[in-house]
C-alpha cells in the first residue's frame, strides 16, 4: 500500500486535487471584475457548471446556484444550458461536495474582490458571492473530513468525484470563454 493510500482523506483530497484546484483557480482568477464583460463571463460560466449539477445539489448548493440565477437576471444576462456532453451522476458524494463546499473559501475572497472593484456590481449583483461565502456548510464537511482517522474503502472514488467537478468547472470556463457574451452595463 502506498503512502498515499494511509493518509486521511482530507490529505488525499487536497493533495490529489490540487492541480485540478490551480488550473480552475487560474480560470475564474483571471476575469476582471472591475470590467462588467469580464464579471458577467464569471458569472456565466459557474452557471453553466451548477445548472448541470443542478439535479445532485442539495438545498444549500441549490440556494447558491438560485442565487447565481438571480445575478444573472440582474445583469441582463440569460440562464446557461446544462452542458449537454457530462454524465451527471445520480448524487452527490463527499467529493463533490468537497468543491462544491471549499468553494466557499474563495467566494469570501471574491466578494472582498468585487467590493473593491465593482461596488455598483457588490450592491446590485453579489447575491451568488454573498451566499457563497456563508461558511457553515464548508465546516461542517471539513469536521467530517478531519475526524477520518483511517482510509475511506472508497477514497479513490471520492477523489474522482472531486476530480470529476474540478473538469466540470474548466469545462464550463471554456464554453463559456469560447462563446461570445456582452453583458449590460449599470
Not at 445539489?57 to 438571480?70: F, H, Q
Amino acid at each position: 500500500m502506498s503512502d498515499v493510500n494511509i493518509m486521511p482523506l482530507r490529505d488525499r483530497l487536497r493533495l490529489e486535487t490540487a492541480d485540478a484546484h490551480a488550473r480552475v483557480d487560474a480560470l475564474f482568477g483571471s476575469c476582471d471584475f472591475a470590467d462588467a464583460e469580464g464579471y458577467g463571463r464569471f458569472l456565466l460560466a459557474q452557471a453553466a457548471a451548477w445548472e448541470t449539477l443542478r439535479p445532485i445539489l442539495d438545498s444549500e448548493s441549490l440556494a447558491r446556484a438560485e442565487a447565481l440565477r438571480s445575478d444573472l437576471e440582474t445583469l441582463g444576462l440569460p440562464v446557461p444550458e446544462p452542458l449537454s456532453d457530462v454524465d451527471v451522476p445520480s448524487h452527490a458524494s463527499l467529493g463533490h461536495r468537497y468543491v462544491l463546499e471549499g468553494s466557499r473559501l474563495g467566494s469570501s475572497v471574491l466578494l472582498r474582490e468585487l467590493k473593491a472593484k465593482a461596488p455598483n456590481y457588490s450592491v446590485a449583483a453579489s447575491a451568488y458571492l454573498t451566499e457563497s461565502a456563508v461558511m457553515e456548510p464548508w465546516k461542517r464537511l471539513f469536521t467530517t473530513l478531519q475526524n477520518d482517522h483511517g482510509v475511506h474503502a472508497n477514497g479513490r472514488d471520492i477523489i474522482d468525484d472531486a476530480l470529476f467537478v474540478f473538469g466540470l468547472f474548466e469545462k464550463a470556463w471554456r464554453a463559456t470563454y469560447s462563446a461570445s457574451t456582452r453583458t449590460s452595463r449599470f
